[in-house]
């Protein structure tokens, strides 16, 4: 979830490498060194890849990263296996935000939050989508579950936002999420990204209850 210190709704990427990037179930650990240079590599990758899309240069991101790209290689054999990596932490960050939430006083306020934390999240992965998009349809890719993780982080603020009576109980968490992408979607063709805002806020105006 976002760090201490961090602007409320953004959230900042926690890498969480495997035993070794690539490896399988058994591996042995990483190095402290090796795993400061995955972390370094993913956010270094995060930023350049919103930035400047999925095309970006690989060197640019060794070297922002403090590493050389023989480093970036033996993490991530492929251009693909480091977009999927920083795609998916990024991903894995925003639903553990969706569980810290549960915990607020507001549940409806809690919604809110995340659905603004989710927006941010489309807007910096907007240039990678179809790059990623073959993936999310692979069986065994790592990334073949995100609309599960989506949708559990969705259901449970969402169910605790209609309990306190704060959203209208007959909204399911398959038509917040069609709404949220139609938003994404309309803000993305228009090309302005205070669209993205503006028509959440009036998606989550009409949502709410009297």
Not at 106 to 114: K, M, S
């Amino acid at each position: 979830m976002s760090r201490p210190g961090a602007s409320p709704g953004v959230v900042t990427p926690e890498a969480t490498p495997p035993a070794v990037a690539g490896a399988g179930a058994g591996a042995r650990p990483m190095r402290a060194d090796a795993r400061r240079n995955y972390d370094r590599l993913l956010t270094a990758a995060a930023a350049a890849f919103a930035e400047r899309g999925a095309d970006t240069s690989l060197e640019d991101i060794a070297r922002q990263a403090g590493v050389g790209i023989g480093t970036l290689y033996r993490h991530f054999p492929t251009r693909a296996a480091l977009l999927e990596a920083s795609y998916l932490v990024q991903l894995e960050a925003l639903c553990a935000q969706a569980t810290g939430l549960l915990d607020e006083p507001e549940p409806g306020a809690a919604l809110v939050t995340w659905l603004r934390a989710f927006a941010q999240h489309n807007v910096r992965s907007r240039g990678l989508k179809e790059v990623l998009a073959a993936a999310t349809r692979e069986e065994g890719s790592p990334l073949s579950n995100c609309k599960q993780l989506l949708r559990e982080a969705v259901d449970g603020l969402l169910s605790r936002a209609q309990r306190a009576g704060a959203i209208r109980s007959d909204l399911t968490p398959t038509e917040l999420m069609r709404l949220v992408h139609a938003v994404f979607l309309t803000a993305e063709q228009t090309g302005d990204a205070d669209q993205t805002d503006r028509l959440l806020s009036l998606l989550l105006d009409g949502l709410r209850t009297p």
